[in-house]
């Protein structure tokens, strides 16, 4: 019988990206029992009624009011009857069964909680998500003093390691993850004091307590990624006041010690069906 899989799009006045991801989805999707969810944020448009009139097969939700990213991928959980779930952003296209294939890999590695595949620009090229937790050096050095905080950032961006293969890792991109849904749920999902930005690092972080963080870069998917914040000023200070809510929750620190090999702990997980 195949796995359950469930998978969450959040939408906000996005319909053309939100249209291409859930087709490319669909299309792809063959070896597992799939149900797709798509969150619209109080768009305020015609978002939410037209996805659900082109895609009759996939689940919509209309939310009142945009409390956010992580708050619009939570609304799901209580409806949610799968083995595994992910996260996917409306643009993402996936090119091959991606869900499948990471389904698999879960059902072979107990211990992993979190896995996420390779992240490509549409070009092909390689985006490089798979990180360390963060240092306060590590994120200002990738937006100023780049040549400074060189050594900070490439080791934030994990560019010591052989990327090309399979390897544990402490922060999975919120683009495009899957979850074990017992996991995502005994989290109880997001923390929502994050609007959008830092939700993925915290969630992350949250589940290595128990689980394994995986980066599997034998399974691809797309990502057109704009970066708002580099764009916008309204999203570089929501991205700004993400960043104190994260290091005052989980703590300040302001660079790695010089090096510091990847401090990812394995053992005493615990294994979830």
């Not at 409390?67 to 799968?82: D, M, W």
């Not at 389904?103 to 998500?129: C, K």
């Not at 006041?241 to 990847?262: D, N, S, T, V």
Request: charged fraction near 25%.
């Amino acid at each position: 019988m195949p796995k359950k899989v469930s998978a969450a799009i959040v939408t906000f006045r996005g319909y053309e990206k939100a249209r291409r991801a859930i087709e490319s989805i669909l299309h792809h999707t063959k070896d597992v029992e799939l149900t797709l969810y798509v969150v619209d944020n109080a768009s305020g448009d015609d978002t939410a009624l037209r996805l659900a009139k082109e895609f009759p097969s996939i689940s919509v939700l209309e939310q009142k009011i945009n409390n956010g990213f992580g708050s619009g991928h939570n609304a799901v959980i209580p409806l949610l009857e799968s083995d595994y779930h992910a996260v996917v952003n409306p643009d993402i296209v996936l090119k091959s069964d991606a869900l499948s294939e990471l389904a698999a890999y879960l059902d072979e590695n107990g211990e992993v909680g979190i896995v996420t595949p390779r992240i490509l620009n549409p070009d092909g090229s390689d985006q490089l998500l798979p990180k360390r937790d963060p240092t306060l050096c590590s994120l200002i050095g990738r937006r100023v003093f780049g040549g400074l905080l060189k050594a900070e950032v490439f080791h934030y961006q994990m560019l010591d390691r052989d990327l090309s293969q399979e390897q544990d890792i402490e922060f999975a991109t919120g683009c495009f993850f899957m979850i074990r849904t017992c996991l995502f749920r005994e989290l109880q999902g997001f923390d929502t004091r994050f609007f959008i930005y830092y939700e993925d690092m915290d969630i992350t972080r949250r589940a290595r307590g128990t689980m394994r963080a995986v980066y599997y870069p034998k399974t691809s998917v797309y990502h057109d990624w704009e970066r708002s914040s580099a764009h916008s000023l309204k999203y570089f200070l929501i991205l700004v006041c993400g960043m104190f809510k994260y290091f005052g929750k989980w703590g300040w620190r302001l660079r790695y010690p010089k090096r510091e090999k990847a401090n990812i702990e394995t053992d005493s997980r615990k294994e979830l069906p």
